[in-house]
């Protein structure tokens, strides 16, 4: 992301239009071959997704540029986007700024009582599994168990790295439904443990 940083979204309402502007910036034919060498000549990439069209741009004065060119293309086609902005990417929140904020998925398990991460282990007995479990709980994880195996909430990827490093277990993701083997047996669901 670090060459493209910036780009502009072009959401134009059906296909045919999208496949018109396309054609305009010489991207399916050789018909604006002056427009397409402009956007070549400034390095700029183009992709579309559907009926939206991105034309990437690594600075913001290359985005001013590349929108000044789009939207004159834009007017000579007749065509009116539903949708026309200039982006830029946040590198610390992965996200574009003009896309709204995701809540953190660890957070929201968290905040939901389930543990986003867990470390399962496979005791070679019943009483290591119980011995473990015990030992895990006094340390203040919330553990759950069954027969010999024993899984313990995480509330972070590095946390869960570090546990299973210490008690030989392996780390897998959390959530609302841990493990299910068959809906008939009562005990095959383990629900999500709290962080």
Known sequence: MAQDDWRIRIELPDEEGVNGFLDRLGLTRDNAEELAEELRHHRLAVSRDGNTVFVYTG??????????????????????????????????????????????????????????????????????????AEQLRAEGFDVSRAFTFVIVGAADREQAVELAGRVHGQVEPGGELVYEVHPSNPFAVFGGLGG
């Open 59 to 132: 600075t913001g004065m290359q985005a001013e540029q590349a929108n000044r060119i789009v939207e004159g293309e834009l007017r000579d086609a007749g065509l009116v986007p539903e949708r026309f902005v200039t982006e830029h990417w946040l590198h610390d929140e992965e996200r574009w700024d003009d896309e709204p904020v995701q809540p953190d998925v660890e957070e929201d398990l968290l905040e939901r009582g389930y543990a986003p991460w867990e470390v399962r282990v496979e005791t070679e007995s019943l009483g290591a599994a119980h011995d473990l």
